[in-house]
């Protein structure tokens, strides 16, 4: 039961993208008006919401070890964050971004199946619970700066070269794409934080999976460094406007293609 939710999720996260992104195929001539991507996004939120707690009742553990639940949690998470952007500011363009990276940890995730987590959140404990639920919310608030970055700067491209079509109309000012992404990096840092301080602090609790935890507290500690350089850099103002916006994009790929290196290297039996 969860797995149908969580591809009908799948199916409305991906309809939102197409009719979000249908104006810039040159097949409507404005965008599509805001009440439809919001309540796409939203239905896909509740559908996966409900596939989650599907998960819940049948393994009886919470979707916090394991890729697949992880995963699902990490999307589940993004969504989230992008339905309140989308719900605040009456703007679909996050969906741009974020709804293509949501697909995407999906599909990684029905990929990857959901069989029996590896360590159930019961037997770690609550520290593991709080260690998961906010290494994944600190994770999925890097996506959300990276988006509003990736957004950013598109937009100064086309005012720097005066191209005021659907794009321009469609885009939300840089302003508010650079507060965005101030917000989401600030919150960020100290989120992740906690993550990887409880991560490290039971490391070495079993020995059968030590290797796959180091590699993971690597990667932690990694996303962690860039992060928390960029968050620094613009709390202090050295990082403004583009040049913050270019530096959350190559940290997030710096973050992410970690990560695929680590899985590929067999490192991946969970994702946290």
């Known amino acids: ?16 993208v197409a009719v979000v992104a249908v104006p810039f195929l040159k097949l ?4 599509a008006p ?3 991507p ?8 509740v559908a996966h919401f409900a596939g989650l707690m599907a998960y819940v009742r ?15 949690s990490l999307a589940f998470l993004l969504g989230l964050l992008a339905l309140g952007i989308q719900w605040l500011t009456r703007e679909n363009a996050i969906a741009l971004v974020a709804g293509p990276l949501v697909v995407g940890v999906m599909a990684a995730a029905l990929a990857s199946g959901f069989g029996p987590a590896p360590l159930s959140p019961r037997e770690d404990g609550a520290w593991f619970v709080i260690h998961a639920g906010s290494s994944l919310l600190g994770v999925a608030l890097m996506a959300l700066s990276f988006a509003a970055a990736a957004l950013y700067l598109v937009q100064h491209r086309v005012l720097k070269r005066r191209q005021f079509g659907v794009l321009f109309q469609f885009l939300p000012p840089l302003e508010q794409l650079d507060r965005l992404n101030h917000l989401a990096l600030v919150v960020g840092f100290p989120v992740l934080t906690i993550g990887i301080v409880l991560a490290a602090g039971y490391l070495g609790q079993a020995a059968s999976t030590g290797g796959a935890r180091s590699a993971h507290l690597v990667w932690g500690l990694l996303s ?3 992060l928390g350089t960029i968050a620094a850099l613009r709390f202090r103002g ?3 406007g583009r040049r913050a916006a270019l530096a959350s994009v190559l940290g997030f790929f710096a973050v992410a293609t970690t990560y695929l290196v680590l899985f590929v290297a067999g490192a991946g039996g969970r994702f946290l």
């Open 28 to 31: 409507r001539e404005a965008p």
């Open 58 to 72: 049948a393994s009886g553990s919470l979707p916090l070890a394991g890729v697949a639940p992880s995963l699902s």
């Open 238 to 240: 050295f990082l403004k």
């Open 1 to 16: 039961m969860f797995t149908q939710l969580h591809f009908v999720a799948l199916a409305c996260y991906g309809l939102t």
């Open 38 to 45: 919001l309540v796409l996004t939203g239905v896909a939120v």
């Open 224 to 226: 962690w460094m860039i």
């Open 34 to 36: 805001g009440s439809v």
